[in-house]
């Protein structure tokens, strides 16, 4: 993909730091299209015939970062795929033509080198949106999730898991593009609504719109 047909936003946080809730207000908004790697990973973890099931599988219970050949090649045919759709010929609206080539890929880059390939061989993002927040306040929504999301990690003993590869090795990722003055940071532990009106005024700077 080249730079001048799309915009990508990488959107980054702590687990349960919101980063689900916030796309999903601006796909509504924005006409977006919102790839979250977790998803994308959790799909093909189930989708019949897959190979790389039981990998995936071991990965996200233990918090652990799946091999990024994997969640590149995800993240890639779904953006094609969004690339190609056509408009439905019913809507007036031009959400879906709006949503061709603008992106936020939610969860990934999670690590260094991640971040390096993908800008390489997909293409740079625009810009970090960074959801901080305490690890008390995402463990106690992860917690409260974890009664009805049947996700595999939503367990006090993977939640711990999660938090450590966080900090020990996504991090880095939004350091280094910290350093780059690409990072919106934006405070994440008050309401959706605050987090989101932030999040707008991060967008209006950074994109004009
Ligand atoms: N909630 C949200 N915002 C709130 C607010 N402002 N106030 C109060 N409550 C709020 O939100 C989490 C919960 O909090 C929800 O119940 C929500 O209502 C509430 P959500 O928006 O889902 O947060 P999010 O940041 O998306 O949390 P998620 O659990 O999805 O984050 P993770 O980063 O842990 O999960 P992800 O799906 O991205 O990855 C899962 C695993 O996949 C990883 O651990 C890893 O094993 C694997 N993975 C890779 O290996 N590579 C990748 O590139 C990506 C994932
Ligand atoms: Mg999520």
Known sequence: FSAEDVTVLFVLGG??????????????????????AGDLLRAEQNRVGSQYGELIKDYI???EIVPMEVTVVLLENAMRD?????????STSTSTENAKGKFLIDGFPRKFDQAVKFEE??????????????????????????????????????????FRTFIETSMPVVDYYEKQGRVAR???NVS??????????????????
Request: proline share 5%; with cysteine; glycine share 8%.
């Open 121 to 162: 061989a997909v293409c740079p993002a625009n810009f970090v949106l960074f959801y901080d927040c305490p690890e008390e306040e995402m463990e106690r929504r992860l917690l409260d999730r974890g009664k009805t999301s049947g996700r595999s990690d939503d367990n006090a003993e993977s939640i711990r898991k999660r």
């Open 192 to 209: 959706p609504d605050e987090v989101y009106s932030a999040t707008q005024a991060e967008l209006a700077k950074r994109l004009g719109d």
């Open 186 to 188: 934006i405070r994440a």
């Open 15 to 36: 687990p349960g730091a919101g980063k689900g809730t916030q796309c999903e207000r601006l796909v509504a908004e924005y006409g977006f299209t919102h790839l979250s």
């Open 61 to 63: 219970k233990n918090g």
């Open 82 to 90: 969004a690339m190609s759709a056509k408009p439905t010929s019913t």
